[in-house]
């Protein structure tokens, strides 16, 4: 049985409304600053969700890598992810969030495009461009997140963070999705 998804979309949305205790809290969406917050994190994780995904394919079946190499080739992103979030964290105190929010959107735009010509460029570059990737998702997190959640009141917190996690996930599932499409046309 076929179900309409903007059927079920709009049926969800007429019981959240009228539900005492909703799943997502969709009051929230009336402030400007957060809903740009959980759309700047959508576009975050669609784009670098599918940048190491394609990499990952690329190094093994291009360049003839094995999994375990492979899988060691890409761990220098989180490594670094973590480490920058640690003093982006510290940052976020003293500098307006937005700045930095955006100084990880320019790193990723430049580490994405570094990672686009990985036809033309030694490996050792897209090794690098791993670690900016690791950078630019490391200082775009901690103070997307913290944005987020200054938009908001205390008491709407937990429906905040939910909302900000779904959108994360949600720019995953449709970067995939759009991936496993585009590829099966292709191929």
Same mark, same amino acid.
């Given at each position: 049985?076929? @179900?309409? $998804? +903007? ?7 007429? =019981? ?5 205790? $909703?799943?997502?809290?969709? &009051?929230?969406?009336? !402030?400007?600053? @957060? ?13 670098? +969700?599918?940048?190491?995904?394609? /990499?990952?394919?690329? /190094? ?8 375990? #190499?492979?899988?060691?080739?890409? /761990? $220098? ?5 973590? =480490? #920058?979030?640690?003093?982006?964290? &510290? ?5 307006? %969030? ?7 959107? #320019? ?12 036809? +033309?460029? $030694?490996? !050792? ?16 997190? %901690? ?19 939910? +909302? ?14 759009? !991936? ?8």
């Amino acid at each position: 049985m076929y @179900y309409n $998804p +903007f059927v079920l979309l709009i049926i969800f949305l007429m =019981v959240e409304r009228n539900n005492e205790y $909703p799943l997502y809290n969709l &009051k929230l969406l009336r !402030y400007s600053d @957060y809903v740009i917050g959980n759309y700047a994190s959508f576009v975050v994780f669609f784009i670098t +969700f599918i940048t190491i995904y394609i /990499l990952n394919f690329y /190094l093994q079946y291009h360049e003839g890598y094995d999994p375990s #190499v492979t899988g060691l080739f890409l /761990l $220098p992103a989180a490594i670094s992810m973590i =480490v #920058v979030a640690h003093f982006a964290g &510290k940052l976020t105190v003293k500098y307006d %969030v937005r700045l930095l929010s955006a100084l990880g959107c #320019v790193i990723l735009i430049f580490a994405t495009y570094i990672i686009l010509l990985m036809d +033309f460029i $030694p490996t !050792y570059y897209i090794f690098l461009a791993c670690i900016v990737l690791g950078i630019a998702e490391g200082f775009f997190l %901690v103070s997307n997140n913290r944005h987020v959640g200054l938009t908001i009141n205390t008491e709407n917190f937990s429906d905040s963070s939910t +909302f900000l996690f779904t959108n994360r996930e949600l720019g995953k599932t449709i970067s995939l999705a759009l !991936y496993f499409l585009i590829s099966g046309l292709i191929f």
